[in-house]
């Protein structure tokens, strides 16, 4: 039997669970997260699994504050976690394209940092002293005069030999002569030529000679050079080891612990050395033409730093939010400068990308963001999967050629990755990349409701209180709660939940405080809540407005105060993505002779959707079943929703549907000042639809428009009792009977309440209560199928009649 919907099983029992308090101030504020246990579960133990492939995805819809409490909890444990180390880049002496990463105890990095320039600084002093100073230039001066000594002493000893031999050495820019002497002095010419010729042949062979000890002599002279440069070297070095020895041995014994450190030290300390000439200062003439003029690289600057990680104020690990998860802004990049035209780079251009910021600690991604930059996902599961970040350009990704490419030495990554998204990107990750599943092994699900038992509303109150203190807003009255608890059961659609959709909640709170405050209140009252509801629906109903503006002039054909055959109103949700309304839609049927079946009209102009058109295929097997037992059902009708010139979708106009036929096939009208929804199954029982509140609404203020001012009535399945969460003034129509709500399990009982006349029973001779609907469908029914079964006789007949004649 049909129910009617008395005040009581409308109004919410919150004020019975809510905890006894004037405002939200005497309320602890909130420490946890609200209803969302399997996922807090799931998350909690995703990130405390320190195994690789345990990183978490975060999955749920928008605004249930999965952001912030990932951001949230994950600050909280990360302060309890060990700060991890120092990240530095230094010039690799071997291989001066491939920098060296080398890690140290966070604070160390900065430190050391400082510490290398101060040596370099120290260094450069130190030699530029050393070689200003007179005790260099008194070194150097002898070591020259000694190695100039020695050469004189061969060049004399050569003159020596050649005066002896009756020759003399001549020095001059274009080389080194030996001259025949006459009388101590270089032969003249003529002198020469007078000469008899086995004489000149003599001074020939002895020439000779005497060319051999020269060019001996100038072997030596050489070698004297050689030796003089390779002392003066050796004197430098020696400066250089004396300036650079105590420092860097100071560095070694402080970073002893770091092999790595200790070995680039030593390089440091080698290349110095080898390369103490870059450390004499020299005045670098001016360019005559600035900005033409490539000037020199300072060749110091290999002995600089890149701090690559620093984490000395980190407290605990890092957390990092990624919101732009761009290829290079993931993995890092090197940059370039423009000299003269040329790209360049060197290991100091080195920058980190969010992966090595987050290195030993967490990474908040967005899934939309990731999936919506090229390479950015493949980027972060090959570091994932290799566990280091490699630093490269895109461009050798794609196979191009780049420019002054580094490699730079990977660093190993421990990370946790945490991905936030709908369900709908976890599923097509899940199916579509085979990797996914190795690399995100949690999920954690957020839900978007959550039950309404005393705990959760009471929580709901303390979650008020925590944005009432954060956002130093008007507390609320105990109704102002009870207003928010209702408003969030009636997102959730259910008595027994709360929506944790808490993003619409705040923005509720908000506006309450806002209009409370304009009115000079000093507490957020029930009725400021509904005021902000209220406005908040007006700012978006537009669309419902006009709809209802076409109701009330006559322009949508609707007569709620008549008895019609064959017409009923149904109910059905208009979305327009930010504001949902219901409103009805007249629904007519009209049956006759033939054996069509049920035409569903807008199937057949393709207006109907494929879950629309099922309901209407579900009518015939109600029929066959209901009244086909005995005889065959033989039947042709149309249904239609009138002025209805957009697409249909869903079968929760089925129930109305059907009554709709039901009364055209028994001929008794229904009362126009009702509406249905609801769907119907093969059985007749009537199924749970969605929308419901909305539905009812807006069934409500459309016979309000039209000035029905009681005897409304919407009937909607039992099953949706539940999700029935209607506006305050609704439910005043409900207490003062001006407005009425049914609920029903099956078709009888919904045809019963439509017509005013009994449904019928099935009686001992197998047909239905005489007069009832029942028997009158019934009857109709029998009466079609016995016209088709004489109109196929006559027909064979007729076919038998002419094969004769044939």
Known sequence: MAKRVKYSD??????????????????????????????????????????????????????????????????????????????????????????????????????????????????????????????????????????????????????????EKGFIIQRKSTGIFTIPAKDGQPMKQE????????????????????????????????????????????????????????????????????????????????????????????????????????????????????????????????????????????????????????????FTLLKPGSLHQANGGYLIIQARDILSHYHAWDALKRSLKNGKVIIENIGEQLGFMTIAALKPEPIPLKVKVILIGSPLYYNILYHYDEDFAKLFKIKADFDIEMDADRKNVNKLASFIATHCHQEDLLHFDREGVISIAEYSSRIASHYDRLSTRFNELVEIIYEAEAYAKNEGKKLVGGEDVQKAIEERTYRFNKVESKLHNLIEEGTLLFDFAEKKTGQINGLSVSNMGDYQFGNP???????????????????????????????????????????????????????????????????????????????SLSEIPIKQNFAVTGSVNQKGEIQPVGGITEKVEGFFNATKVKGINEGATVIIPE???????????????????KFQIYTIKNVDEGIELL??????????????????????????????????????EKKKETDEDEENEE
């Open 755 to 792: 017509t005013g006349e009994k449904v019928g029973k099935v009686t001992k001779k197998g047909t239905y209560t005489k007069g009832s609907i029942n028997y009158l469908v019934e009857q109709k029914l029998k009466k079609m199928a016995r016209y088709h079964e004489k109109d196929e």
């Open 10 to 163: 409308l109004d919410s029992e919150f004020g019975k669970i809510l905890t006894s308090f004037k405002s939200t101030s005497e309320i602890i504020p909130l420490q946890e997260m609200i209803g969302q246990n399997r996922a807090v579960k799931a998350v909690e133990f995703g990130l405390s699994v320190r195994k690789t492939g345990y990183n978490v995805f975060v999955a749920g819809a928008p605004g249930t504050g999965k952001i912030t409490y990932i951001r949230n909890y994950t600050n909280q444990k990360a302060k309890k976690e060990k700060t991890p180390d120092d990240w530095i880049y230094v010039y690799n002496f071997q291989a001066n394209d491939q920098p060296t990463a080398i890690n140290m105890a966070a604070g160390k990095g900065r430190k050391f940092c400082k510490q290398m320039d101060q040596l370099i600084e120290e260094v450069q002093a130190e030699i530029k002293k050393t070689f200003e100073g007179e005790d260099y230039e008194r070194q150097r001066s002898e070591l020259l005069k000694k190695y100039k000594d020695k050469q004189q002493a061969i060049m004399s000893e050569l003159d020596e030999s050649a005066r």
């Open 191 to 346: 002198d020469y030529e007078n000469l008899s010729k086995e004489e000149r042949d003599r001074l020939s062979q002895i020439s000779q000679e005497v060319q051999q000890e020269v060019a001996d002599a100038m072997r030596q002279v050489r070698q004297i050079d050689r030796e003089a440069k390779k002392a003066i070297e050796d004197l430098d070095k020696n400066i250089a080891r004396m300036a650079v020895d105590e420092p860097i041995n100071e560095l070694k014994e402080e970073y002893s612990e770091y092999e790595k450190v200790v070995q680039y030290l030593q390089e440091v300390r080698e290349d110095i050395i080898e390369n103490i000439n870059e450390f004499k200062e020299t005045e670098e003439e001016e360019p005559q033409i600035p900005f033409l003029t490539r000037r020199q690289e300072d060749p110091r600057r290999k002995y600089r730093i890149n701090l690559f990680i620093d984490n000395h104020d980190t407290e605990g690990a890092p957390v990092i939010q990624e919101s732009n998860p761009t290829y290079t802004n993931l993995t890092g990049k090197t940059e370039y400068r423009n000299r003269m035209g040329t790209m360049e780079t060197e």
């Open 719 to 737: 099953t949706n009792l539940k999700n029935l969460l209607l506006s305050h003034e609704v439910k005043q129509a409900v207490k003062e009977e």
């Open 585 to 663: 839609v007249k629904i007519t049927a009209n049956t006759f002779l033939g054996k069509a079946g049920i035409v569903n009209i807008e199937r057949e102009v393709k207006m109907s959707g494929r879950i629309h058109s099922k309901g209407v295929l579900i009518l015939n097997g109600y029929l066959g079943y209901k009244y086909a037992q005995k005889n065959p059902l033989s039947l042709s009708a149309s249904l239609t929703f009138e002025q209805m010139y957009s697409g249909i979708e869903g079968d929760s106009a089925s129930a109305a549907e059907l009554f709709a036929l039901l009364s």
